[in-house]
């Protein structure tokens, strides 16, 4: 929520923000197809996927203030929902994409239901839960290999031309361009405004006339259904899923540790803590083991948190005044 | 004249402490009412419980002639009911401005344009004295300021009945003055008001009915000026 | 009293659940001979409903810290299984290097981890409550010293299983049919003599009242002359103490890896959930039953099951209980 939008310089409005969206999308599309070397897409689709994670991570937690620890549930699912359809059905991967997100935004609805009319820390505590035990349902759930895993078989061209990891990359290009493009309409919307004053005292939203209720359990589906939708590809891109892969402890603290770095409460936080981390995290790898690289993002995210608790973006705007 | 709010038997408990016993209160449409009490005396909880803020354990509530009483208080908003909190809970992370867009775009009948909202939220701003405010978070603002902020976002809510708790303490007299003028302009308009103070020169000037609670019942219901004379009130105030 | 001492000790399974380990050793002792000749169904469930009391009595022993932090002071410590995981390894290292009794080792590190929660609260306090925006980061602070923690564990001791030795890890008391575990029944005992404990000094100390009331009317609390920061300083350093005697539990009725904590964040929530947010008497009953649910369904259906069912009770008792508590404590 920018304080400043009434008075000062007029913001940029929604239609125009889709279009220049769109427009980014395409010119990285028309670059993408001069590049040759895989490893770019590879690289590319994580940062990508933690751009739509973050966002989505942060239309809950930062606009309305209620905290989601259960991420890599929401994602987890996604990926094994699309590997068992795939397994089934065959189908294509917008497919896989659009069930993983329905299934997703319902677990988002029942879990909302149940656990949102309570103070926030409540939720919380129920999505810690939740991912425990989704842990242990596809660890049981032998169709998708249980414990041991399943493999994914990756076709090797996509249906665009060029390697498939291109045509995954060109797919989570979209995903992250429209969640980014979600999370700033809700914001400059009455939802946002609603989900503001959400998180600044529920009481006193209630007694403004917002259904606190409704509001909070639709910003559930919707984040838990992008997180679905950015677990979907995921199968084709591992090309081996195993319920430790899929429940990545990164995932879970990356999430949730980039929109609280990048600032929670604009759109442009998310995108630039998860640009900056995924980077500092790909660069990091080739030097240092990977525990030490989590214990990194484990501790800038603390420091972020103590110091720094309106991110990056806080940072900024509190240069300019 | 028919009754706009109705309260029958409301009954409210903390545990084992009733903070409100069988209070009856029918308030008519355009009134101006007075509501005191020592402090505790319950005032607050019976606002919450009408606004839904509280859920009561006895009794009903209707506004209108339609029965609040398993309606969530936005709902109640909705349909006219706004009121103030005692210690004013502004939305800390908007701004004044937007603190009051958030009731101008959820408790209104019709949907409002972004024009529309910037230009009433001014006015109202204006009206208690905030417009040169608007832009600043409420965290900037003195304890009188953030007052005033929050009559205004009641108001916002474009109330048939209109509920202040408190809204004058820690305010000088000139600014008591305003804002009982300010009151009596939006009753002027329509708008039946209850008003919780323990300024009593203000509830003086302003109400046409005073009622008073002591320990959770409503000891008198009348006339203002007979009501401060009634024995009992005297006795609780003075503490006989 | 037939004393059968099978020195047999539980092989870690992948996802090691105390259960888990019961269900396999009761498991092949039901071929063995049934001496009372009772009924083989029935000695199943009452060894799986005692099996659950002595894990319930262990949950507990988790959950009291989070039961003085969260029920009582309000502070939403997350991290508190992973402190749980920290003292299991303190006592691993004790008892490795110099043989020390695990529980004895766990007493000792009792100070060390009350000034780990001293020195925590001060950081939580000057950061976040202090502030008063201490939901959202106060959250997630909590969750990045549980990630922390249990990577610096990995880091440092390794991602390894690490067991301890004591003589009465091993030992099986049996009673007409039903099975006691010394490995389960010490850590029940010393779980409910510490919550007893706990119980006397907050009931008849002054600290112990101090922060009662500091859980209930800070107001008053100054009142009584004592500071509130200065209490819940005190409080949650206790809190976090219990973790070590929690931790030594922990490694005697299990092998432990760093990751292990994360299995008890839901079932301890629950339990100081469901128990009603600070209550001793009602924490040790709803550990009570979510042992032996959990012992029940591990008997019954499949161990793997376990983890679910603290999910199974954390929902419906978050769902019911948002019926009439809204604007209180919940
Ligand atoms: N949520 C609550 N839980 C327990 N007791 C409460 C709660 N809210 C109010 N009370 C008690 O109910 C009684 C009435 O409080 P209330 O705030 O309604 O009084 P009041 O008339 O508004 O007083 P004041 O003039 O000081 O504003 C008081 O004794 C108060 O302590
Ligand atoms: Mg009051």
């Known amino acids: ?321 | 004249m028919a009754a706009l709010l109705d309260v029958q038997g409301l009954g409210k408990r903390f545990g084992g402490f009733t903070a409100l016993a069988d209070i009856d209160l029918q308030v008519a449409a355009g009134e101006r009412l007075g509501l005191i009490g020592p402090n505790g005396s319950g005032k607050s909880t019976f606002v919450n419980c009408i606004s839904g803020t509280l859920r009561h354990d006895s009794g009903r509530v209707t506004l209108g002639g339609q029965l609040l009483d398993a309606l969530p208080p936005h709902q109640r908003t909705r349909l006219g009911l706004a009121r103030s909190f005692q210690l004013p809970r502004p939305f800390g992370s908007l701004t004044v401005a937007e603190n009051l867009r958030v009731p101008l775009l959820y408790a209104g009948a019709t949907k409002l344009s972004d024009a529309e909202c910037r230009e009433r939220g001014m006015a109202l701003l204006g009206q208690v004295g905030l417009a040169d405010k608007a832009a600043q978070r409420p965290r900037e603002l003195t304890q009188i300021e953030q007052r005033k902020l929050e009559l205004a976002r009641a108001m916002a809510a474009g109330p048939r009945l209109l509920i202040a708790d408190e809204s004058m303490a820690g305010l000088s007299n000139a600014e008591v003055d305003e804002i009982v003028d300010l009151l009596l302009r939006l009753n002027g308009q329509g708008v039946t008001i209850i008003m919780i103070e323990h300024i009593m020169r203000a509830v003086m000037a302003f109400s046409q009915r005073l009622v008073c609670f002591v320990a959770g019942r409503k000891v008198a219901d009348g006339l203002p000026e007979e009501v401060v004379r009634n024995p009992e009130v005297e006795r609780a105030y003075l503490g006989e | 009293m037939p004393i059968s001492a099978s020195f047999r000790r539980a092989i870690p399974a992948a996802s090691c659940s105390p259960a888990v380990v019961d269900k396999r050793s009761r498991g092949k002792r039901a071929w063995k001979g049934k001496p009372n000749g009772m009924d083989p169904l029935l000695e199943l469930l009452l060894n799986a409903v005692v099996a659950g009391l002595l894990l319930g009595a262990f949950y507990a022993a988790v959950a009291v810290g989070i039961a003085i932090a969260f029920g009582m002071l309000d502070i939403p410590n997350l991290a508190h299984p992973a402190f749980v995981v920290m003292g299991a390894f303190a006592v691993w290292l004790l008892n490795d290097a110099f043989g020390l009794d695990p529980i004895l080792a766990g007493i000792l590190c009792l100070p060390p981890f009350f000034l780990l929660g001293v020195l925590l609260y001060q950081a939580y306090y000057a950061c976040f409550e202090s502030r008063g925006d201490n939901a959202l980061q106060g959250l997630a602070f909590f969750f990045g010293i549980l990630f922390v923690t249990e990577v610096v564990l990995i880091l440092v001791i390794g991602a390894d299983y690490r067991t301890v030795a004591a003589p009465y890890i091993g030992p099986n008391w049996r009673i007409g049919g039903i099975d006691l575990p010394l490995r389960m029944l010490v850590p029940a005992l010393v779980s409910l003599l510490m919550i007893g404990g706990l119980h006397l000094l907050l009931t008849r100390s002054f600290i112990g009242r101090a922060i009662l009331a500091v859980s209930q009317d800070p107001l008053a609390l100054q009142l009584m002359g004592a500071s509130p920061v200065r209490t819940k300083r005190l409080a949650f350093g206790l809190s976090i103490a219990t973790a070590a005697i929690a931790g030594a539990l922990l490694i005697i009725i299990q092998p432990v890896e760093p990751s292990i904590g994360r299995e008890f964040i839901g079932r301890a929530f629950a339990v100081v959930v469901l128990g009603g947010m600070g209550s001793f008497v009602g924490m040790l009953m709803a550990a009570m039953v979510l042992g032996v649910t959990e012992s029940l369904v591990a008997t019954l259906f499949s161990p793997s099951w376990a983890p679910a069912i603290a999910f199974g009770f954390l929902l419906p008792t978050l769902a019911i209980r948002a019926g009439g508590l809204m604007g209180r404590k919940l």
């Open chain 1, 1 to 321: 929520m920018t304080g400043d939008a009434p008075l000062s310089r007029p913001p940029m409005g929604t239609l125009a923000f889709w279009c220049w969206a769109a427009a980014f999308t395409g010119v990285v599309y028309l670059a993408g197809r001069w590049v040759t070397n895989d490893y770019v897409f590879f690289a590319g689709y994580i940062v990508l996927q933690y751009v739509l994670l973050a966002t989505a991570w942060n239309i809950l937690g930062g606009y309305a203030g209620y905290v989601n620890f259960g991420t890599a549930a929401f994602f987890a699912i996604g990926a094994y929902i699309s590997t068992a359809l795939n397994k089934w059905l065959g189908l294509p991967l917008p497919v896989l994409i659009l069930a993983g997100a329905a299934v997703c935004g319902l677990i988002g609805l029942l879990m909302g239901g149940l656990t949102l009319k309570l103070q926030g820390v409540f939720f919380s505590i129920a999505t810690l839960a939740l991912a425990i035990v989704t842990q242990a349902l596809i660890t049981n759930w032998e169709y998708v290999g249980g414990a041991a895993g399943a493999y994914v078989i990756r076709p090797s061209r996509g249906p665009l031309g060029g390697s498939y990891v291109e045509y995954l990359f060109y797919t989570m290009l979209l995903l992250a361009t429209l969640a980014v493009c979600i999370a700033r309409t809700v914001e400059r919307s009455a939802a946002g405004y609603g989900l503001a004053a959400i998180r600044d005292d529920e009481a006193a939203a209630e007694a403004a006339g917002v259904p606190t209720m409704k509001l909070k359990v639709a910003t559930t589906v919707l984040s838990g259904a992008l997180m679905g939708a950015a677990g979907a590809p995921l199968p084709f891109f591992v090309t081996y899923l195993d319920p430790p892969s899929a429940f990545n402890l990164a995932v879970a603290v990356n999430t949730i540790a980039m929109p609280l770095v990048g600032g929670t409460a604009t759109w442009i936080g998310p995108v630039i803590g998860a640009v900056l981390l995924s980077i500092v995290q790909e660069a990091a790898m080739v030097t240092i083991s990977s525990a030490v690289n989590l214990l990194l993002v484990g501790l800038i995210m603390i420091g972020f948190i103590t110091l720094a608790p309106n991110g990056i973006m806080g940072l900024l705007r509190g240069r300019r005044r």
